[in-house]
């Protein structure tokens, strides 16, 4: 982040209007307006639905007040060993591209998972029937990324690799297919020897949504592979490149290798158009949704200015009616959440992790700047001396980034005090040591119901210590499956999404108000009882809105 863009610039402002596409960057900007005491004007669109909120210190929720549904994640193993969906094996090359192009994520590992718990194999037994096409294509044990650069990035090399030498070796682990279909492999040479005339033609229709066979796809892989090739010689060596859905080869690479995998585990290949939704985490714009927003973001902009805070709204735009025939429904803004830890008077959180197995670059990375989105924490031990643990100056701590917290005293109990002077922030993290947290999982803030509600018989004291905000979930509009992604969208209130609710639009139970779902993902989020303003249409016995408020 710019150092100039501090609180003081944003002080400079009487109100700020956002329209951001990723929940990171709406939760700088929140906290950045809760520091300099300035209205801010929240928005979003998705398709055909939108929302425009008001915020403002003291007065409302913050964008960070309300639970989020949680990031999809994937275990490891299903990516890497029995992918079920299509979106596994998007997830797959997406991970397939950093390996060999981009940087080396250690949790992004493509090759087969030999830890898989379900598998309980026996490498010994089962390794002398791996066998691989030609040497240079064998199964080694080193990077991906270096195995790929001793080969020159052959596409043909790396095809038999990822393609039919690692699906032969999951083959020998027996127990992963005695209740599932075993994958199987592709070869090269097969299938160029198969291939047939047609399979080069032309389909009709859009080209990115037609389906290519498999030979096209492993043409669109060669030439993807030979393309980016070439970008990474031509800046340098040890350059990296980076994923972006809007960049051709990166795309086709991403295309060919997903659609390859999804072939050998027996799923429908996808269009170019379909995986790009899916990968990129893509929501068709639609021009007259942009419109309406951009016009109700200058009316509650018009109102502040003119100081008419008490008279602004949230305001949902919906996709079909609701019963009242009414496409906006403006809801009144709600007061500050008193659990929320980022605009409460003193902003505290449990965290549930294991001390002895978490490092104190995860801290800093994983859960003070990935979960609660920090951008440069300080790190201060409450243990009567003052123990600095991280430090946002260069240099100053690095020397502790490998150590565990166990290592600095810190055990169940213990509390952190996190400062953000980037973010005027400050964090009061409490540890809770546990040893029986899920695997795959490092860390669990207190209170939070990721996929489902807690059961009646949990803890009455950690229930009490509730804290609000959920990583962000990210599925595309095409696909109910998709992984985590960093493009999301606000939470939008559509009736008709409701489970519930009737095929047109439903209406909210009276006295509650409607569970919002997420515009990205259709998850919903439920929000508080309130006390309805406008008690009239709260009692009536028909079953119209009772979020419906007379616009002023």
């Known amino acids: ?265 027996s799923m429908n290949m996808k269009s170019r158009f379909d995986v790009k939704s899916m990968a990129g985490n893509i929501i068709p714009a639609i021009a007259t949704t942009n419109a309406v927003i951009a016009g109700l973001i200058v009316l509650e902009g018009l109102k502040i200015l003119s100081g008419e805070l008490e008279s602004c709204r949230t305001i949902f735009l919906n996709k079909c009616p609701n019963l009242r025939k009414k496409l906006l429904v403006p809801c009144i803004l709600d007061p500050p959440s008193a659990n929320c830890y980022v605009c409460a008077s003193k902003p505290e959180v449990t965290v549930k992790l294991n001390v002895h197995k978490t490092t104190v670059l995860s801290l800093q990375d994983r859960i003070l700047k990935e979960r609660f989105g920090m951008v440069a924490p300080d790190v201060q031990i409450e243990d009567g001396k003052g123990t600095i643990l991280i430090s946002s100056e260069e240099g100053e701590t690095e020397a502790n980034n490998n150590k565990f917290l166990s290592d600095f005293g810190i055990r169940n109990g213990s509390r952190l005090q996190v400062d953000d002077f980037l973010q005027d922030y400050t964090l009061l993290v409490n540890v809770l040591h546990t040893e029986e947290l899920e695997r795959d999982v490092e860390f669990e803030v207190v209170g939070e119901a990721p996929d489902k509600a807690p059961s009646p018989q949990s803890n009455q004291e950690e229930v009490n210590s509730i804290t609000n905000g959920n990583k962000d979930s990210a599925q595309p509009s095409t696909s109910s499956k998709a992984p985590a992604e960093d493009d999301d969208i606000m939470i939008v209130d559509s009736d008709e999404e409701e489970g519930a609710s009737s095929s047109s639009a439903g209406a909210a139970t009276s006295g509650t108000k409607r569970k919002h779902s997420d515009a990205e993902t259709g998850e919903t989020s439920t929000k508080r009882p309130r006390t309805d303003q406008s008690s009239a249409a709260a009692v009536s016995t028909d079953n119209d809105d009772d979020d419906i408020i007379a616009l002023d």
């Open 1 to 265: 982040m710019n150092p100039d863009y501090n609180v003081e610039f944003f002080r400079k402002f009487m109100l700020v209007m956002n329209a951001l596409d990723n929940r990171a960057a709406r939760n700088h900007v929140n906290r950045m307006c809760l520091a300099a005491d300035i209205p801010l004007i929240e928005s979003g669109t998705a398709g055909y639905l939108g929302q425009v909120t008001v915020i403002k210190k003291g007065m409302t929720e913050c964008y960070e007040c309300q639970p989020k549904p949680t990031q999809k994640t994937f275990p490891g193993c299903t990516i890497r060993n029995t992918p079920s969906e299509p979106i596994h094996c998007i997830v797959w090359a997406k991970y397939l591209f950093n390996q060999l192009f981009g940087e080396e994520d250690a949790d992004q590992e493509v090759s087969p998972d030999t830890a898989d718990p379900e598998a309980a194999w026996n490498p010994e037994e089962t390794a002398a029937r791996a066998t691989a096409s030609e040497k240079d294509g064998d199964i080694k044990r080193v990077s991906t990324k270096e195995w790929a650069r001793s080969t020159g990035y052959d596409p043909v090399k790396l095809f038999n690799k990822l393609f039919k030498d690692d699906i032969m070796y999951l083959l020998t682990m027996d127990k992963l297919w005695k209740k599932r279909k075993a994958p199987t492999p592709l070869d090269w040479q097969q299938l160029e020897n198969s291939a047939c005339p047609q399979d080069e033609s032309p389909a009709s229709g859009l080209k990115d949504q037609q389906v290519l066979g498999v030979w096209g796809h492993c043409q669109l892989f060669q030439h993807s592979v030979e393309t980016l090739r070439s970008q990474l010689q031509e800046k340098g060596e040890g350059a990296e490149l980076v994923w972006d859905k809007d960049d051709a080869p990166a795309m086709d690479f991403v295309t060919a290798a997903a659609n390859l995998r999804m072939h050998i585990f």
